[in-house]
């Protein structure tokens, strides 16, 4: 299986081109992660540094196949970006959920639990006014400060 069939196995994830996924496995390597199994892609997470600050790392997409859902596998690629050399700047990580993604809350939830940090969440891209109704509003978390992982 390949990154695009993964996410696209993962909804409500939005499918990506594969130009984006090229980018994601290239450029942002180093803030990315691929999971296998018996050689074959079962989880993924891709991630950047934002530009303007330097100390946070958003995450752009967590994606796992269902068959090895509940494992833990997510929350340990997570751990796995911040342990990298790359991000020993790192004291927060941002992403976006939508309201009712119960598995993306519980798993950031969960991060800010163990790494006891703050999790704030706020209102970012509107349902109307940034996707004309096509998609769902996305609410932005923000995890930190935390301790380096590295
Ligand atoms: C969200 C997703 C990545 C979680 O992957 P996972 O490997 O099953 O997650 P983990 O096993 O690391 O679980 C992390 C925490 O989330 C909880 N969790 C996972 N799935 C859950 C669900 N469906 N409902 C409620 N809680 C859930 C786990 O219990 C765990 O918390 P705990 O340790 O306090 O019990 C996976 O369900 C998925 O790919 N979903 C579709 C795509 C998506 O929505 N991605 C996230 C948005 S970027």
């Given at each position: 299986m390949d990154l695009v069939e993964l996410v696209a196995s993962c909804p409500p994830l939005d499918v990506n081109s594969s130009y984006c996924n090229l980018l994601q496995c290239s450029h942002f390597a180093r803030t990315s992660v691929a999971a296998e199994q018996d050689g074959g892609l079962v989880g993924f997470v891709?991630?950047?540094?934002?530009?303007?600050?330097?100390?946070?790392?958003?995450?752009?997409?967590?994606?796992v196949l269902e068959k090895v859902r509940g494992c833990g596998l997510a929350s340990r690629m997570l751990d796995q970006i911040l342990t990298r050399h790359t991000c020993n700047q790192i004291r927060y990580l941002e992403t976006t959920i939508t309201e009712d993604n119960q598995a993306s809350w519980a798993l950031f939830k969960r991060f800010a639990k163990t790494q006891e940090a703050d999790f704030q969440a706020s209102a970012w891209m509107d349902k109307e006014k940034h996707f004309a109704g096509q998609h769902d509003s996305e609410v932005l978390v923000r995890i930190g400060p935390f301790q380096s992982q590295n």
């Open positions: 891709s991630g950047y540094i934002i530009p303007e600050k330097p100390d946070t790392l958003f995450i752009w997409q967590v994606a």
